[in-house]
């Protein structure tokens, strides 16, 4: 099948099959799938889509079957609308996932996710422990311990979750008044390597925002809301997840006056997190660094 994206003229890349899965009520996900052997789903962050894997997803289909979503609320994937402030859960968003898995034939599956699609990983992980086999997170923290560090001048790189936590319709009028410019900004200000997201990726990627700012709020609304209750039950009862972990993240916890590593320590009993030189965006800035990172937790 022909991903519709295919007017930016990016792929995620050669011998790659595009499918939409349907996952839930009235919830289709565009997926690419390629490569062959076990399972592993990678999950783009914010504000991509599945083409930000377009370089590890290449090196690892060598010898895995790679599944790349583009989210619920994102890219080609369908867009409900938030009826009651759950419809964007990561709880929701992590069951899209495991029925995506299941579609596809794999009963169990590694899983990696940056940003936005790290929260969801994290929240399958949590969720669905027979599932999912080992995790990996790519520059983010918890939703909780994310909020409860942020404090002061420096959660001015923030700005966005606040913005997007307030009630609807403020937020999406502010943004699609100026979505190019508003998802650039981030593109631009959390990028080390400009070259690192060609012409036609970042115009796939600006499109595919400017079509989605109402789910794109509800998500990160979602996060400012029933999320944090997800994450303090879990905290409350002591569950932690039970497979390999890896953290990556780039050199930014030190400069927020935290320590990201001990921050997730209590989340996970096999952790292993690593500074990783580069900007936000890492799987497009360092894919051979994540690339070899991700191979090594699905050797352990």
């Excluded at 519709?4 to 899965?21: A, H, M, Q, S, V």
């Excluded at 290449?58 to 895995?64: C, F, K, Q």
Aim: with cysteine; glycine share 8%.
């Amino acid at each position: 099948m022909t991903p519709t994206d295919t007017d930016t003229g990016t792929r995620l890349g050669p011998g790659c099959d595009y499918r939409r899965i349907t996952v839930a009520d009235g919830v289709a996900l565009n997926t690419a799938v390629m490569g062959a052997g076990p399972a592993v789903v990678l999950l783009h962050g914010f504000p991509q889509t599945h083409l930000m894997w377009r370089h590890v997803a290449a090196d690892l289909a060598v010898d895995h079957t790679v599944i790349c979503p583009d989210l619920r609320g994102y890219g080609d994937s369908d867009k409900p609308v938030d009826t009651d402030g759950t419809v964007y859960s990561k709880r929701t968003m992590a069951a899209d996932i495991v029925a995506l898995a299941t579609a596809l034939g794999h009963e169990r599956f590694a899983l990696a996710g940056h940003d936005r699609g790290a929260l969801v990983a994290f929240r399958a992980g949590l969720d669905h422990p027979d599932r999912v086999t080992r995790l990996a997170v790519l520059d983010v923290l918890p939703t909780l311990d994310m909020w409860e560090v942020m404090h002061g001048v420096t959660a001015a790189v923030g700005f966005h979750l606040y913005l997007m936590a307030q009630p609807p319709g403020l937020p999406e009028e502010m943004i699609a008044a100026a979505p190019d410019a508003f998802f650039g900004h981030f593109l631009d200000l959390w990028s080390d390597d400009p070259g690192a997201v060609p012409a036609d990726v970042r115009a796939a990627y600006l499109k595919a925002c400017r079509e989605a700012v109402p789910s794109i709020v509800a998500d990160y609304r979602a996060s400012a809301g029933i999320d944090i209750e997800h994450d303090r039950a879990d905290r409350a009862a002591g569950n932690r997840l039970r497979m390999p972990v890896t953290v990556l993240q780039r050199d930014w916890g030190a400069a927020l006056g935290f320590e990201a590593a001990a921050l997730w320590s209590p989340w996970a009993a096999d952790l292993h997190h690593a500074t990783v030189t580069c900007g936000h965006f890492m799987a497009e800035e360092a894919p051979a660094e994540i690339s070899g990172s991700l191979r090594e937790l699905l050797r352990r």
